[in-house]
C-alpha cells in the first residue's frame, strides 16, 4: 500500500479492511506518518497512552482520514501495545 487514497479504494471495494497498525502515542500531533516496509501503517498521535486515550484518538483519525463513521473502527488486538490490528468497515 503507498497511500491514504489506494486504501479507500480497496475499502469501498471490499466493504471491510483489516489493517496492521504502528502506533506513536505523545507525539507532537496527530498524523499518518506513512508505510513501514512490511505494510504496518505508521500513526503518531498526540494523546497519552492512558485510559485508552491514544487508542480512541487513533480511530478517530483513521476514520477522518478514509471518511468512514467513527464507529466503524475498531482496535481488534494490541490494544496496550504500540502494535495494533485495527478493523475497518463502511
Avoid: H
Avoid at 486504501?7 to 497498525?21: E, T, W
Amino acid at each position: 500500500m503507498s497511500n491514504l487514497a489506494e486504501l479507500v479504494q480497496r475499502l469501498r471495494a471490499q466493504g471491510r479492511l483489516f489493517l496492521k497498525v504502528k502506533a506513536t502515542p505523545k507525539s507532537g500531533r496527530s498524523e499518518v506518518a506513512g508505510w513501514l516496509a512490511d505494510g504496518t501503517l505508521k500513526v503518531r498521535l498526540q494523546a497519552a497512552p492512558e485510559r485508552g486515550k491514544a487508542n480512541a484518538e487513533l480511530c478517530r483519525l483513521l476514520a477522518r482520514e478514509l471518511g468512514v463513521a467513527r464507529g466503524n473502527v475498531r482496535i481488534v488486538s494490541g490494544e496496550a501495545s504500540p502494535l495494533k490490528q485495527v478493523r475497518i468497515e463502511l
